[in-house]
Every structure is written in C-alpha cells, then in structure tokens.
C-alpha cells in the first residue's frame, strides 16, 4: 500500500462491510454509513456512520475529508419507486456533497441487470444497456447521471456492474437447490453470471486505486455457467438429484430472471490487475459445500 487513505463506505452491507474488512486490514481508516444502527458490541471494521443518503439533511452534517467515497446501497429489493429514490435521488444528493467536498475516487455499484441481452452473447462495457424492466433502467439513468458528472471532471466517478453477488450466507439458487426448491427453467439453458462477495470488495478496491475516472467496468467471475450446469454440478456435489423442470409458465421474474447473456471482464483485469480469489462457482462454493458434508 502507498499511503494510508481516508474512506467512506455508504451502504455498509453485505459487501460494504466485506470492503471495509479488507481496507481497515490494509491500514487504510474507514467510516461506514447505514440506516440503522449496528450492534453496539459488533466488532466492526469501520467507524459506524448512521443516516439516510437520499435526505439532503445528511448531507448537511457530515463533514470530510475523505480521499476515497463507495457508495453500494441497495434498494433492499425494492420495486422501481425505491430504485429511483435510493439510487437515483441518492446519487444525485452525494453528488452535490462530492462537488463540494473533493476526493481523490468515487466508485459506484451499479449492476450487471443494465444489460437486457437475450441471445447468450458476450457483453462488454460496450455492449448496449437496454434493460427490459423499469429498475434496470433506473440504474442505466443512475449511471448516466455519474458518468456526465465525471465527464464534466465534476467527480472522479467510476462505475462497476456487479453480476450476481454470493458468498456467506447468500446465493439465491444455491439455496433454492438445498431447499428443494430449485427448478430448471426453459431447459436451464440461460447464463448465470455471479462472483464471491470478496471478490466485489477487491475489484472496489483495484477500481478505486487503479481503475480511471470516467469508467465503467463490469465486474463478475471468469466463468458464466448455465443454469443446468450449475446445478448439474451442485447435484454431483452432494448426491442429491437435478432439480425437476419447471411447469411451463412459472417461476420467479427476477430482476436478471429473463436475460441469458455473458459478461466480460477482461476490461477490468487488464486496467486494473483484478484477479478473482474466486475465479468460478467451484471455488466459491468450495467452502459451503464443504460445511455441507460435515455438518
Ligand atoms: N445482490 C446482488 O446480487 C447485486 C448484484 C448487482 C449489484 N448489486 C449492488 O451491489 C451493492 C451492494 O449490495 P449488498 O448486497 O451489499 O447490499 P445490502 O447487503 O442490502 O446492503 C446495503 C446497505 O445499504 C444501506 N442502505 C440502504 N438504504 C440506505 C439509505 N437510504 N441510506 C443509507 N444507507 C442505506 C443498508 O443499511 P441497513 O443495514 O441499515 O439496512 C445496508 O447497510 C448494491 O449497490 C447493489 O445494488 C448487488
């Protein structure tokens, strides 16, 4: 590490928490905002920051500096009125703050959902961004919004799409297929693109330090993997069957549910050096599986 920084996490979540694990551990001094309060006696990674990023009256007390501002909030799998009010209005709040209070970079998790391709084509951060659904329109506008501001050298903003996030205590249809619950969808033919809950906290970290203003960068792991082979694989794994198919118009429409496409990462490894500690699902899962045979 080149010098200590000043960082503020804002949406201290799941992967914020896992951010400011990884940063607090690299010496770096690191403040993490949240709605609520966390357990007082939590041992946490970060000075506990509470408010609401999409009231202006938060913005008016917080005071920096910072060398280094994240935002991932989530919408808490909110409907189109939460993505529009926490992302959108949110972003448009911490921009004002941010003009007025300088830092060095500004990275933003927005998702891998802007992409609406259905053919199972690759995509790069060039590829169209036309989302089939109001909420992943809402964060192509999000996006928009930053990328103008650092265009404008406003904010040295840079964006990261996030593919499906998993890891301790998460992973939707891993825990569908352990539930029973699973079922394949049209054939299981669709792509699955995900990545390990660190590995989002390391490619945070490499776009911060290394990635440039003005850029986006998709970030996932290096292999998208049917849906039918991912629990093929889960299916070896524990003895258990394949799921059943699923009843011909039915099953969850998830926010990702109806795309079938590959997404690259190969812009953010080679301008930023990524390298996942979690390059597949195997690997990623390794350790819950593993929990799985000896519990
Ligand atoms: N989950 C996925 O598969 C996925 C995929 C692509 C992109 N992403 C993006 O990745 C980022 C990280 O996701 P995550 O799973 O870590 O989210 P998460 O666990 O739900 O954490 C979100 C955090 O944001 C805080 N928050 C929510 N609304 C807020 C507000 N109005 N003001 C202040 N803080 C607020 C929450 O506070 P409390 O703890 O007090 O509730 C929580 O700490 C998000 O931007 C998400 O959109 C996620």
Redesign the pocket.
């Known amino acids: 590490m080149d010098r200590s920084r000043r960082v503020l996490i804002?949406?201290?979540?799941?992967?914020?928490?896992a951010l400011a694990r990884r940063l607090s551990s690299s010496g770096h001094t690191v403040f993490g905002?949240?709605?609520?309060a966390p357990d007082a006696r939590a041992d946490l990674p970060y000075a506990p920051l509470v408010?609401?990023?999409?009231q202006p009256g938060?913005w008016s007390q917080l005071s920096g500096p910072f060398d280094w501002v994240v935002?991932?909030?989530?919408?808490?799998r909110g409907g189109p009125a939460e993505y529009r009010?926490?992302?959108l209005e949110?972003n448009r709040h911490l921009l004002i703050w941010l003009r007025r209070h300088p830092v060095d970079a500004f990275a933003?998790?927005?998702?891998?959902?802007v992409y609406g391709q259905t053919d199972g084509s690759w995509v790069d951060e060039t590829a169209p961004t036309q989302p089939g659904t109001e909420t992943g329109q809402c964060l192509v506008e999000t996006e928009q919004l930053l990328l103008s501001a650092a265009r404008e050298q406003e904010v040295p903003a840079r964006i990261l799409?996030?593919?499906?996030?998993?890891g301790p205590g998460?992973g939707h249809l891993f825990h569908q297929f352990l539930n029973g619950e699973a079922r394949l969808q049209d054939q299981g033919q669709r792509f699955l693109n995900m990545i390990h809950?660190d590995d989002?906290a390391s490619a945070l970290e490499a776009a911060l330090e290394r990635g440039r203003s003005g850029e986006v960068y998709n970030a996932s792991d290096l292999e998208p993997v049917t849906q039918r082979d991912f629990l093929q694989w889960l299916a070896d794994q524990t003895g258990r069957p394949l799921p059943p198919p699923a009843e011909p118009g039915t099953g969850p429409v998830r926010k990702?549910g109806v795309t079938h496409k590959r997404v690259s990462v190969a812009k953010l490894r080679q301008e930023t050096h990524w390298s996942p500690r979690f390059p597949t699902f195997r690997e990623g899962y390794a350790e819950a599986l593993a929990a799985l045979r000896s519990s």
Not at 10 to 17: K, N
């Open positions: 804002i949406g201290c979540g799941y992967v914020g928490e905002l949240r709605r609520s408010g609401d990023l999409t938060f935002n991932c909030v989530s919408s808490s009010q926490v992302y949110g933003y998790t927005s998702s891998t959902s799409r996030v593919a499906g996030i998993y998460r809950r989002v990702r």
